[in-house]
């Protein structure tokens, strides 16, 4: 991951957001925007490293959990317009507004 514009520290972003807990054992990188936006999501550095639990395990796991994909989805959104450009500007590079 060379560029991420969603943390400062390498820690478990929603351990942090959700709990303030620092969790920096067993992370995995998640693309925050996928599929056909995965090449967005990298090259814009929104990206953010997830323990596993809040990663790939049932229920809390993003992939598994839609109310924390949500947060992840709103919060890079938020991010991305706040150093890129406009909403309208987001909506036409990802397809979609999350906000």
């Not at 390498?10 to 959700?18: A, P």
Request: proline share 2%; charged share 25%; hydrophobic share 30%.
């Amino acid at each position: 991951m060379n560029k991420n514009i969603m943390q400062i520290v390498k820690e478990c972003y929603l351990c942090r957001k959700l709990f303030n807990v620092n969790m920096q054992t067993g992370l995995e990188c998640h693309h925050i925007f996928g599929g056909a936006n995965r090449p967005l999501s990298t090259k814009d550095g929104l990206v953010v490293w997830l323990c596993q639990r809040h990663h790939n395990t049932a229920p809390y796991g993003v992939h598994h959990n839609q109310k924390n994909m949500e947060i992840l989805r709103q919060d890079g959104q938020k991010r991305w317009e706040q150093i890129y450009g406009t909403r309208e500007e987001f909506l036409k590079r990802y397809g979609k507004n999350y906000l």
